[in-house]
């Protein structure tokens, strides 16, 4: 998810009381809950595929180990040189904090179509939980709402909690709702895409802003293709347009064996497919049409 949902997380999980545990322990919610991107930085500098590394170490078991001790030292560091007026830390509080503010940043990722690596350095596989779309407004206002309510509640003398928890709850209804409508939007596509051949992926793509549809994205042995699913006519249209994956052009074998870019881009790739624009074969991943051209793409011959 985008890095304001982590943040509005981080702070709806304080105004639920976990404030409580330390001085300082909300901004170390929101840090924590925002802190595994740091991949996307660190990447470079380390001679590492952004690609490949995203998602991966910060966002699973080794991110658990050590992403909470760094959200601790930085909030440690913070304190040295700005010393606050609520007292002394309270150590194991703050880490408790950081932990669950941790662990808020991969499960949300996980909610979406990208996906996440959830047990690195253990296990290489992704988790996919093709629910919501990476930035989604309408989990902004609930939990926008509920902060606002909890700030006016402790304004006004009263339970300040109760408005951030019923948010989170909402929060969570919302995703469940939204769960729900990518199996029924798979099992709508399924046997239409079962008169062109036997389907081995069905992936209920979401949509932005209009959480009641989706874009299904099916794959037979040869064939690529998208459906449309709208919750409320309760069926799915087939997009006549068919793409050939060609993954077993010449091309991509040899690239796959001397290109860096391409491994790279086919470890990550949930849905790779071969391009053939302009007389050039290019990698690409099925999910993220729109970006093609440019951040999915990668050339399989680049003399």
């Not at 509005?8 to 929101?30: C, E, F, W």
């Not at 995203?54 to 040295?80: C, D, N, Q, S």
């Not at 047990?119 to 930035?135: A, C, K, Q």
């Amino acid at each position: 998810m985008d890095n304001l949902t982590h943040s509005l997380v981080g702070a709806v999980l304080g105004r639920m009381g976990l404030k409580r545990l330390s001085p300082r322990a909300m901004p170390a919610l929101i840090i924590a809950a925002n802190l595994p991107d740091i991949d996307s930085f660190i990447a470079k500098p380390l001679g590492l595929s952004p690609r490949t590394f995203h998602r991966g170490f910060t966002h699973g078991i080794g991110g658990l180990v050590t992403m909470p001790v760094l959200a601790v030292a930085i909030i440690l560091l913070w304190e040295k040189l700005r010393p606050g007026k609520e007292g002394p830390l309270k150590l194991g509080g703050l880490l408790l904090a950081c932990v669950l503010g941790f662990l808020s940043h991969p499960a949300l990722d996980f909610l979406n179509t990208y996906g996440v690596r959830l047990l690195e350095p253990f296990s290489h596989r992704w988790f996919y939980g093709d629910t919501l779309f990476i930035v989604d407004p309408w989990i902004w206002l609930l939990l926008i709402l509920g902060l606002e309510f909890s700030w006016r509640a402790e304004r006004l003398g009263r339970n300040w909690q109760r408005p951030a928890a019923y948010a989170f709850c909402a929060m969570l209804a919302y995703i469940g709702v939204n769960a729900a409508i990518s199996v029924r939007a798979a099992d709508a596509a399924r046997p239409l895409v079962q008169r062109i051949g036997q389907p081995s992926m069905i992936v209920a793509g979401e949509v932005p802003l209009e959480f009641w549809k989706r874009q299904v994205m099916w794959r037979t042995d040869k064939l690529s293709g998208t459906a449309d699913y709208d919750v409320f006519r309760n069926a799915a249209r087939l997009d006549p347009k068919a793409l050939p994956l060609d993954l077993n052009d010449p091309r991509l074998a040899e690239a796959a064996r001397t290109d860096p870019d391409v491994c790279n881009f086919l470890f990550w790739s949930r849905m790779p497919l071969v391009l053939n624009l302009d007389g050039k074969a290019y990698l690409s991943d099925q999910r993220f049409p729109a970006l093609r051209r440019t951040t999915f793409m990668v050339p399989l011959d680049k003399r």
